[in-house]
């Protein structure tokens, strides 16, 4: 079993829709939760990040955390065609200094966003 | 967030050769790390570069096959040796800033024949 599991999709939706992306995972030790947005031929770009549970919300993104379940959720309101990427969820699991080293990915699900 | 560039962005190399990939940050960093991420699949922590002293390696990767140097706090570069064609792949560098955050180069695509 993967530490970090997410659904590969392909995910399609229409302009405007509200988009849940997911991901669970199995390692308790992960404390600081990372969404992640990637262009075909480009680097990942940080969209988000979370410490522990919770909800953060940045424009029309909103990042969720439910560490007693293992889940995590990005949410995006209004999806626009400029959307369409991939979404890979990442996980980190050390806790203070100031490095938080090594993270987990999750194989990312790819949405397009169709006019 | 720190701007990251990669050299080369793609290359087309022959098996058994070496290929040697260079990260520049515009900014001097503590830890840099180096990824790989092949067709279809994930990212996967290759190694962790700390200037100064030795790369330290995730599991299933090796020194003699990836050797790594990080001469100072704005450059490192990676070496894919002996090269087959499972190893084409986009290699990529990663920097951190701040508490959390990781920030990536915009990769290298090595396609092995």
């Known amino acids: 079993q993967k530490e970090v599991e997410q659904d590969p999709g392909p995910l399609s939706v229409p302009e405007g829709a509200i988009v849940s992306l997911n991901c669970t995972y199995s390692n308790s030790a992960f404390q600081y939760f990372m969404w992640y947005r990637q262009y075909s031929r480009k680097g990942p770009e940080l969209l988000m990040y979370?410490?522990?549970?919770g909800n953060k919300e940045d424009g029309r993104f909103t990042a969720q955390v439910d560490k007693s379940s293992k889940y995590i959720s990005l949410f995006i309101r209004d999806s626009q065609p400029s959307d369409s990427a991939t979404y890979l969820c990442a996980m980190s699991g050390n806790a203070g200094g100031t490095s938080y080293g090594k993270l987990t990915f999750g194989q990312g699900t790819i949405l397009t966003v169709h006019p | 967030s720190a701007v990251i560039s990669q050299k080369p962005s793609r290359d087309i190399c022959q098996r058994g050769t070496s290929l040697t990939i260079q990260c520049q940050v515009d900014?001097?960093?503590?830890?840099m790390f180096w990824y790989r991420q092949q067709p279809g699949q994930s990212l996967t922590l290759i190694a962790t570069a700390n200037q100064g002293s030795e790369a330290t390696y995730e599991s299933g990767f090796v020194i003699d096959k990836f050797p790594i140097s990080r001469p100072n706090l704005t450059f490192s570069t990676l070496t894919v040796s002996n090269m087959s064609p499972e190893d084409s792949s986009i290699y990529l560098c990663?920097?951190?800033?701040?508490?959390?955050?990781?920030?990536f180069g915009p990769g290298t695509r090595l396609t092995v024949t």
């Open positions: 990663s920097v951190e800033s701040g508490r959390y955050e990781q920030y």
């Open positions: 979370t410490y522990s549970s």
């Open positions: 900014s001097q960093v503590t830890m």
